[in-house]
């Protein structure tokens, strides 16, 4: 089943069970989307290393903020945060449509690679490349892939996600270092 034709089933009464028995009102209390079963309060994760990669240009006192930032799984940022329904969004991520979670997955990846390329590159302190750029790089790759995790998420077809996303990390970390 294609990803586009499994959002419209879930749309629809044919439900994976798994989904089915956490009850799409429930999900929807919860702000879990009941199309797909996953949660927009994971891209808060990437949202406030962006965030502080946009300040950082005015505020060098926020690269000591950015530079603790660590990647998330999924799980990892639901069992770690103060959600409140984080046991509902776990199980519901778990139960999601194995296509959208790839997909989810796949940007995630993308996004930690870029945020950890270039922590990294902060803390060393190229000599090539000030803060600002490499922030502004940085901020200029990740926020489509926000946009198309939002995309995702909410059940939205992207034809050719992987290829429209920017393709593999390592061509994403030369973009924000200009290799």
């Given at each position: 089943?294609?990803?586009?034709?499994?959002?419209?089933?879930?749309?629809?009464?044919e439900?994976?069970?798994?989904?089915?028995?956490?009850?799409?009102?429930?999900?929807?209390?919860?702000?879990?989307n009941p199309l797909t079963g996953l949660a927009?309060?994971?891209?808060?994760?990437?949202?406030?290393?962006?965030?502080?990669?946009?300040?950082?240009?005015?505020?060098l006192d926020c690269l000591v903020d950015f530079v603790t930032w660590r990647p998330m799984t999924y799980a990892e940022h639901f069992a770690a945060s103060h959600f409140k329904d984080r046991e509902i969004a776990i199980a519901a991520y778990a139960a999601a449509d194995p296509t959208a979670r790839e997909h989810l997955d796949m940007l995630a990846d993308m996004m930690t690679a870029v945020l950890?390329?270039?922590?990294?590159?902060?803390?060393?302190?190229?000599?090539?490349?000030?803060?600002?750029e490499l922030a502004s790089r940085a901020t200029h790759l990740l926020k489509p892939l926000v946009a198309r995790a939002?995309?995702?998420?909410?059940?939205?077809e992207l034809p050719g996600l992987?290829?429209?996303?920017?393709?593999?990390p390592q061509a994403m970390?030369?973009?924000?270092?200009?290799?």
């Open positions: 089943m294609t990803y586009h034709a499994t959002c419209t089933a879930l749309a629809g009464e439900q994976p069970p798994a989904i089915a028995a956490l009850s799409a009102i429930r999900l929807a209390e919860a702000n879990i927009t309060d994971y891209l808060n994760h990437f949202n406030e290393a962006i965030m502080l990669l946009e300040i950082l240009p005015m505020d950890t390329a270039t922590r990294e590159a902060l803390e060393k302190g190229s000599p090539e490349h000030s803060p600002a939002g995309a995702v998420i909410n059940g939205i992987a290829q429209d996303a920017g393709g593999e970390i030369d973009a924000v270092m200009r290799r």
